[in-house]
């Protein structure tokens, strides 16, 4: 069984950072596409960040352009999403998802003084 477990969110000041990582079971992250997604109250799930099977080719929107890295460690099976220079607008619950669609349950991030 496939599962996504998101970590890693919680509450930090404006220009503050967070590490998030996704602990993939059931298959080898090296096979495949992951992206992180996030979801504001009232808002559309939109996608953050996504980096190839091979991390050769990597993505951003335009929003996190500069602030955010996504990375691999494919020995961990693991997923990353480190976040720099935070603002509130990046406030949201942040997913995890796999290229053929599977989803993570999720972690909130909330970015206020």
């Known amino acids: 069984q496939v599962q996504l477990v998101e970590s890693g969110g919680g509450l930090v000041q404006p220009g503050g950072s967070l590490r998030l990582s996704c602990v993939v079971s059931?298959?080898?992250?090296?096979?495949?596409?992951m992206s992180w997604y996030r979801q504001a109250p009232g808002k559309e799930r939109e996608l953050v960040a996504g980096?190839?099977?091979?991390?050769?080719?990597?993505n951003y929107a335009d929003s996190v352009k500069g602030r955010f890295t996504i990375s691999r460690d494919n020995a961990k099976n693991t997923v990353y999403l480190q976040m720099n220079s935070l603002k509130p607008e990046d406030t949201a619950v942040y997913y995890c998802?796999?290229?053929?669609?599977?989803w993570g349950q999720g972690t909130q991030v909330t970015v206020s003084s």
């Open positions: 998802k796999t290229s053929w669609g599977v």
């Open positions: 980096i190839t099977s091979g991390g050769g080719r990597i």
């Open positions: 059931g298959f080898m992250i090296s096979s495949a596409g």
